[in-house]
């Protein structure tokens, strides 16, 4: 399977910004499509941003004009640029991403992808006011 990593998290002051990163790792991978998703204390976990292979985003009203996802199927990786932080943007935040994979050099040699659907462990955000 593809295991997926955050960083990036940590406490900021209500203003400022941090930069998601989330790293997939596999021999081989195309990302099809990635969402970053946070989950405050007390509440259901929200889908914040998603992105898909045409380029298309999507965002949550909350974080409009405030956050961007990216990805780079180069670097296997996935971010969010969060500006303008506010104190309800605490969370846990989870990285989802979806697409295919190789397992090795073999699989790719003989074109045999694997569908993957993988989750990271999440990174804590926490903004003071």
């Known amino acids: 399977q593809v295991h997926l990593v955050e960083s990036g998290g940590g406490l900021v002051q209500s203003g400022g910004s941090l930069r998601l990163s989330c790293v997939a790792s596999?021999?081989?991978?195309?990302?099809?499509?990635a969402g970053w998703y946070r989950q405050a204390p007390g509440k259901q976990r929200e889908l914040v941003a998603s992105?898909?292979?045409?380029?298309?985003?999507n965002y949550a009203d909350s974080v409009k004009s405030r956050f961007s996802i990216s990805a780079d199927n180069a670097k296997k990786t996935v971010y969010l640029q969060m500006n303008s932080l506010k104190p309800e943007d605490t969370a846990v935040y989870y990285c989802?991403?979806?697409?295919?994979?190789?397992?090795?050099?073999?699989?790719?040699?003989?074109?045999?992808?694997?569908?993957?659907?993988?989750w990271g462990q999440g990174t804590q955000v926490t903004v003071r006011s």
């Open positions: 989802n991403a979806r697409g295919l994979y190789f397992a090795d050099s073999r699989a790719l040699r003989d074109a045999r992808p694997r569908d993957f659907d993988s």
């Open positions: 596999a021999f081989n991978l195309n990302i099809n499509s």
């Open positions: 992105i898909f292979g045409s380029g298309n985003t």
